[in-house]
């Protein structure tokens, strides 16, 4: 099956690049080739080469794409076909242990990331590259890998990171609670069309098994190295121009991360964030078709590679798109939204401190939940479709339920929420999952955010004052809508903890009252 996977990549490639363009002199274009590159450890890895036509003999600047997860070499050719059209030497390859790739996959570990440096080193004596002037450009796997090569070769003086991940665990494990359905998702594309090296192996074995903590105490020893977060440093160090977008909704890598990255880079950078799942924001213009988060990376490219004076260096390094497709544009993270704080009352937000105490059983879903992996995000970003509730239908023996006055002239939530709340569990491992509603008057709530937290080793019965962070979003809430937060203790999208026939008591003490803080931005 995997010689097959191979076998297939070489052909699809060979189809779609076809033959050797034969461009004219006087006209831009671009000729394609099919090439195999030795890779960090001498194994063998399968790239498609489009070099300028009719633009001079160059040396060009040099752009490199790696592919994404499960993705073959060509994932990148209809963008990577404009590039070279556009005067760059693209060379966009399937990663280590995919498809026509040789080795394993090490789940972006050094070779995978050695392998950019190795890529780069081939262009420079094979391709008309002029290897002073490099980008690393990718979706997914293929952003991570680059922002990681980013730290290690200091010819890399733009990255593409889209869709991505800067932090790992907080990705696939945030607040101690696995993200099943992406990580389930992830091993089965990767089982399917490529090759297991050792590490996934030993946690694919663990997982499939049902040894979860184990699976994860292994993870947690594999990430600092595989997490660009841990080499910020470094990068700021080379001083690469860094291009980042993703998605609100991202069900695989979730935008938070990428916003405490951004902020602790120091050098040239931009944060694009729109809704849609993972990928869905970039995927259609890497087939080439028109996408405006890969024409703004153009122009990035253009200007830190080429020196073009297009402006893209004068724009506000922070865009954030809302569901209605405003974009909006701002200095800084900081400076998306002013925090609003609501004090949590026995049953609604209210501006003023209150104490309570509220108990809910554990262990049984109610209607609230984050939706599916990879549609539900989807479906807000494409079709406008939210993960919708009907709030009136929340059973409250089984979830906290707050709800917040209506807007009179509407609002922009935009940044990311933050959740404080005492709870006693009286079980040692409950999981909880908050989710902020925007709300109309009938009671049909829009998923605005959410996040998981779970509690491992509590002591049962004992209060505990827990600080969330909900994910980072742009959301216009119409005049007369509502905000409401919801908390239970089941979702089908996580590995969950929380014990059947448990309870968890919410509480606002006197001296330590809960609250939620909402960022809210000006609607012009």
Do not use: C
């Amino acid at each position: 099956m995997r010689r097959l996977a191979a076998a297939l990549a070489v052909a699809l490639t060979l189809i779609t690049i076809g033959p050797r363009a034969e461009a004219s002199q006087s006209a831009p274009g671009f000729s394609t080739s099919y090439q195999r590159i030795t890779g960090a450890d001498g194994i063998e890895i399968g790239a498609v080469v489009l070099t300028p036509t009719g633009q001079g003999s160059g040396p060009f600047p040099l752009v490199v794409m790696p592919s994404s997860w499960g993705v073959p070499n060509v994932e990148y050719v209809g963008q990577g076909s404009k590039l070279a059209t556009a005067g760059f030497q693209v060379i966009s390859y399937s990663s280590r242990g995919f498809w026509d790739s040789g080795g394993g996959i090490d789940i972006a570990g050094p070779p995978t990331v050695a392998d950019v440096s190795k890529v780069i080193d081939w262009a420079g004596q094979h391709a008309t590259a002029d290897t002073s002037r490099v980008a690393s450009v990718g979706i997914s796997y293929g952003a991570g890998t680059s922002l990681l090569a980013a730290a290690k070769d200091r010819r890399i003086k733009a990255v593409g990171a889209m869709s991505g991940w800067a932090d790992l665990i907080a990705s696939l494990d945030p607040n101690d609670t696995v993200a099943l359905q992406s990580v389930a998702g992830l091993l089965a594309l990767g089982n399917i069309t490529g090759r297991p090296g050792p590490e996934m192996a030993a946690l694919q074995t663990k997982f499939v098994t049902g040894d979860f903590d184990g699976a994860i105490a292994e993870a947690r020893q594999l990430a600092p190295v595989r997490s660009a977060a841990t080499t910020v440093d470094e990068i700021n160090a080379n001083k690469p121009a860094v291009f980042l977008a993703n998605a609100f909704e991202d069900s695989i890598f979730p935008p938070s991360q990428y916003t405490d990255f951004f902020t602790s880079l120091t050098g040239p950078k931009r944060l694009l964030l729109a809704h849609g799942d993972h990928a869905t924001p970039e995927v259609t213009g890497a087939i080439g078709l028109p996408n405006e988060t890969w024409d703004e990376l153009a122009s990035w490219l253009r200007h830190y590679l080429t020196g073009a004076d297009n402006g893209a260096d004068a724009e506000a390094p922070v865009q954030l798109k809302s569901q209605r497709g405003t974009w909006r544009g701002y200095p800084n993270w900081s400076a998306v939204g002013q925090p609003s704080t609501s004090y949590l009352t026995k049953t609604g937000l209210a501006r003023a401190k209150a104490s309570w105490t509220k108990s809910i059983g554990a262990g049984v879903p109610t209607i609230a939940d984050s939706g599916v992996a990879l549609v539900s995000g989807a479906l807000q970003g494409l079709l406008s479709i939210p993960t919708g509730v009907a709030t009136p239908l929340v059973d409250r023996s089984f979830a906290g339920v707050w709800s917040g006055p209506a807007y009179t002239s509407g609002a922009v939530v935009n940044g990311t929420p933050k959740l404080h709340l005492t709870v006693r569990p009286s079980a040692a491992s409950t999981s909880l999952f908050a989710y902020l509603y925007d709300v109309d008057a009938l009671g049909i709530g829009s998923l605005i955010s959410h996040k998981p937290f779970t509690l491992r080793g509590a002591t049962p019965g004992r209060a505990l004052p827990i600080d969330v962070r909900l994910e980072a979003t742009s959301w216009e809430v119409p005049a007369g809508h509502h905000l409401s937060l919801v908390v239970d203790t089941v979702d089908p999208r996580y590995l969950g903890r929380s014990v059947i026939g448990s309870t968890v008591t919410f509480s606002s003490p006197a001296d330590d009252p809960s609250w939620i803080s909402v960022p809210v931005a000006s609607q012009s």
